[in-house]
């Protein structure tokens, strides 16, 4: 919800991305945390649990090492999650990513990430 709040977004065909950083002092700020969410837009239940994993797979092949320490990232699948290609999700996600500036330059290593 917070990441909600933070004005943050950017959307592709495939998915939306929301980014929050955390302020110093909250509950694991040197760890990325992600969540998912589809709406009943995408279809019914089997349709919307099969966008989650292709949106978690998705993050899991380009998150680790890649992005800044001490985010929040809600990731919400589209009615074009379904259907689209593999690496055309993943490409949409690292291009959110880059224009929300949360790709990290490479000073603060490997981080731990949280779905």
């Known amino acids: 919800m917070a ?5 943050r977004k950017w959307a592709t065909p495939g998915m939306v991305v929301q980014v929050r950083t955390r302020r110093p002092g909250e509950d694991g700020a040197s760890m990325v945390r992600v969540g998912f969410t589809t709406s009943r837009k995408i279809g019914n239940a089997v349709q919307r649990n099969r966008a989650r994993r292709r ?22 699948g589209r009615l074009g999650t379904r259907d689209r290609p ?5 490409d949409d996600f690292v291009q959110c990513l880059k224009k ?4 990290d330059n490479g000073e603060h290593g490997t981080q731990g990430f949280t779905s």
Not at 3 to 7: D, F, V
Not at 100 to 103: E, F, K, P, Q, T
Request: charged share 25%; net charge positive.
């Open 86 to 90: 593999f690496s055309a999700l993943k």
């Open 55 to 76: 949106l978690r797979a998705c993050v899991d092949d380009v998150l680790p090492g890649r992005v800044k320490p001490g985010l929040d990232i809600v990731v919400i």
């Open 3 to 7: 990441a909600a709040g933070g004005k």
């Open 100 to 103: 929300l500036d949360a790709l």
